[in-house]
C-alpha cells in the first residue's frame, strides 16, 4: 500500500448476472460495514443491464458502482454504445476504460482509452485506466516498454489523483489462476508510479495504482501489502457478495 492513500478493491462482473444477481448487491452492501468500510473502499462493475438497479440497492450503502465502459460522445448515433453521461445518470460514478478483454476484443487501442478516459471526465466519472503486457512481451522482456507506452498515450495530461485510477492487470493472469511473484508487481508498480510522475508531477504520488489478474482471498493479504499496490481489480473473486466480502476480509482484516 501507498502510505496516506485509500485502498480501492473493485469487483467486475464483466458479462455475467441477471436479475437474480442482485441480490449478491444486497449482500454486499449489507457486509461492507465500518470494519471494512475503515479500511478501504469498495466498487461494484455489473453489466449495463443490472447498473440502474444495483446503484439503487447500494444507495443507502458505502459501496461505489461503476461501468465496465464507455463510449466517447455524449449522445448521438451509436447504436449500442453508452456514454459517460448517461452511465453517470444510471448511477455510476467510476468506469473501467481499457479493460484488455476490451482492448483484444474490440479492438481499443491507447488513443481510444485516452479519448474515453476524457469521456468519463466530462461525464463526471472517475476513469479507471487498464494496462497489462501479454504474455508474449512478459516473456520478451517487454512489460516496461509495454506499460510506458501504454501510460504515456493512454492517459491523458490532464490526469489527477481524484480523477482517475490505474489498474495494472498483466494479460496473462487474468482468469488464469497463474501471478507474477509479489517482487516483480512490487517493481511493475514502482515503474507505473514513476512513469505517472513523469506525466503528473507530484500528485502520482496520490494515484491508485490497482493490481488485476487472479486475485483471490489466498493472495490478496500479500499483493496489498506490496508497495504501490494500493488495491486490486477482481473479477472471478468477486462474482457473489460473500465471496467479495471474504477477499475483502482477507484483504484487510
Ligand atoms: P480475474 O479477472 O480476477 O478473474 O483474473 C481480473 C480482471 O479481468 O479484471
Known sequence: MTPGV??????NWKMNGSRASLAECRILGDGFR??????TDALLIPPATLLMATADILAGTAVCVGAQDCAFDERGAHTGDLSAEMLADAGASFVVVGHSERRLDHGDTNATVRAKAVAAWRGGLVAVICVGETREECDAGKTFDVLSRQ????????ATSQSTVIAY????????????????????????????KDKMGTDAAKVRILY?????PSNGNELIGADNVDGALVGRAAMTGADFLSLLRAMFC
Open 6 to 11: 485509500r485502498p480501492l478493491v473493485a469487483g
Open 34 to 39: 465500518d470494519g471494512l468500510h475503515s479500511r
Open 151 to 158: 501510460i504515456e498515450e493512454s492517459v491523458p495530461g490532464r
Open 169 to 196: 492487470e498483466p494479460v496473462w493472469a487474468i482468469g488464469s489462476g497463474d501471478t507474477p511473484s509479489l517482487e516483480v508487481v512490487a517493481r511493475t508498480h514502482a515503474h507505473i508510479r514513476a512513469r505517472l
Open 212 to 216: 488485476g489478474g487472479s486475485v483471490n
